[in-house]
């Protein structure tokens, strides 16, 4: 993967590129059988892993078991639900002027293994998941670092209200979007740039940023 001086889009993965809500959902239902979906959506409200870390009654999700039996679940099932309805056409124009990386919570194998799956791998610099850190404003400083751009050179895509929030921290605009995880009224407490409604929003969106 090249270095580039070009400014940045950094994605999320599920909910952005893949409609993999659901079936995450349904994997913690396997451990909690009275699991809400309103109530588990709230997870995504601040840093997902603090979140089930700081909760006595799902922290267990967070352990080696909880996390191996997600993860083999995930891994088998994600890799064939189809992209986001337009969002590998968006994917496949952004990265001609952009460097796009994915910034998320879930695992880079787990991503790299649905990227090449479905073709757009390599229209991605880097994929920084879980392993790189459980915090997203960790993996922010290390894009900077790494790519020596300023906050205001790189724009996250997000669909969460907690993503949102990690990025303010850095003064990195965002770009919510409305297929996802989160609300129109959720999204918008932490107030992003914008919100889009349709993936093929996402290029003007991108665009208003840097006018």
């Known amino acids: 993967m090249s270095m580039s001086s070009k400014k940045i889009i950094a994605f999320d993965f599920d909910g952005v590129i893949v409609d993999s809500l659901k079936l995450s959902y349904s994997i913690n239902k396997d451990f909690l059988p009275d699991l809400r979906y309103e109530d588990w959506c709230t997870w995504s409200e601040g840093n997902f892993h603090e979140v089930i870390k700081s909760r006595d009654d799902i922290k ?43 910034v998320s919570s879930n695992s880079q194998e787990s991503i790299e293994l649905y990227l090449k799956r479905h073709n757009f791998f390599s229209y991605f610099e880097d994929i920084l998941g879980e392993e790189t850190s459980r915090s997203k404003v960790e993996k922010f400083k290390l894009i900077l670092n790494k790519y020596n751009v300023n906050s205001d050179e790189i724009v996250l895509i997000t669909d969460s209200l907690g993503d949102i929030k990690e990025a303010n921290e850095l003064k990195i605009k965002s770009l919510a979007v409305l297929w996802g995880i989160h609300d129109h009224n959720t999204l918008q407490i932490a107030s992003p740039h914008s919100i889009i409604s349709e993936p ?6 991108v665009e208003s940023v840097w006018v």
Not at 82 to 95: A, R, Y
Not at 200 to 205: E, M, Q, V
């Open 200 to 205: 093929k929003g996402i290029i003007k969106a």
């Open 60 to 102: 267990f999700l967070s352990s080696d078991e909880g996390y191996d039996y997600f993860k083999e679940k995930y891994d088998q099932e994600v890799v064939n639900i189809l992209p986001v309805d337009g969002i590998k056409d968006v994917l496949e124009n952004m990265h001609q002027y952009y460097t796009m990386v994915v």
